[in-house]
């Protein structure tokens, strides 16, 4: 068995080595080197002649890989599926809330908004204190009672109510509209 080698400059503790720098550069011989190449350190030449393969040949992939792997997104197939309303809710028919402020309380359903799920709904707020609201039907219980709405106007107040965002750009007023984008210059 071979003897065990020593380093030129050992640890006296981890990162303080027994010689300083320039100890060593005279330990290692660095001075006649220099001495011997005219003052400079010799250098080897760059070899720049890289060959390109020629296009017929497959280039081998490499042998290892980086530790970290690259994130690769993934492609979202979903597509979104319009909602269907339910067939006991018809317009006229009395619902109760079961969530939120108005939670038991029972209103009108008026009409489906046309960009979204939600329910068009009204209390009569005279009657209930339950103003024109937006509610998703899962948040709803149909009941078999109708209420003629026949002669009600929607149209009017329901665009207002599907506007769902208004941005103010520098005198430009841009307004989203059922997802799709109206600019409106004033």
């Keep these: 068995m071979a003897a065990k080698k020593s380093p030129r400059n050992p640890n006296l503790i981890n990162g303080i080595a027994k010689f300083s720098y320039s100890k060593m550069y005279h330990k290692k011989g660095l001075w006649a080197i220099k001495k011997k190449n005219g003052g400079k350190f010799p250098t080897h030449p760059k070899f720049t002649a890289a060959i390109d393969p020629p296009s017929n040949i497959a280039v081998k992939p490499p042998k290892f890989y980086p530790a970290d792997d690259v ?8 597509k979104p599926k319009p909602t269907k309303l339910r067939a006991n809710i018809t317009p006229g028919t009395v619902l109760i809330i079961l969530a939120g402020r108005f939670k038991g309380k029972r209103v009108m359903f008026l009409k489906q908004l046309v960009c979204s799920v939600l329910l068009f709904i009204s209390g009569s707020f005279k009657v209930n204190g339950v103003p024109l609201r937006r509610v998703n039907q899962a948040y709803v219980i149909a009941t078999s009672t109708k209420v003629d709405v026949s002669g009600v106007k929607i149209d009017k107040i329901q665009r207002k109510f ?16 059922c997802q799709k984008k109206i600019v409106v210059v004033p």
């Excluded at 599907?162 to 509209?177: A, E, N």
């Design 162 to 177: 599907m506007l769902s965002l208004i941005f103010v750009v520098v005198d430009i007023i841009v307004v989203v509209h």
């Design 71 to 78: 994130e690769k997104t993934l492609i979202n197939k979903h």
